[in-house]
């Protein structure tokens, strides 16, 4: 189904248009996004949240360390 989505548009949290979500999920709410669905012509409305967060520790693996990459 995605493939057919026209992104319309990306809000941060605080932005006009997220304050009911931002209620509702406070600061788990990463962002809304407005799609557009050409094949069905209707519009839909997404929100991104955390769903858990806990800590996390870069495992090392044959003298590497796995996690974000580093400048080379």
Known sequence: MRK???L??????GE???EELVEQFG???VCV???YDPVR?????TAEIIE???PWQPRRRKGR???PRSPR
Do not use: F, I, S, Y
């Not at 012509?41 to 409305?45: A, G, H, I, Q, S």
């Open 4 to 6: 057919n989505l026209e």
């Open 8 to 13: 319309l548009c990306e809000l941060k949290p």
């Open 16 to 18: 006009p248009g997220t």
């Open 27 to 29: 600061d788990a709410l």
């Open 33 to 35: 996004r407005h799609w």
């Open 41 to 45: 012509d209707v519009e839909l409305k």
């Open 52 to 54: 858990a967060r806990r």
């Open 65 to 67: 360390m796995l996690g």
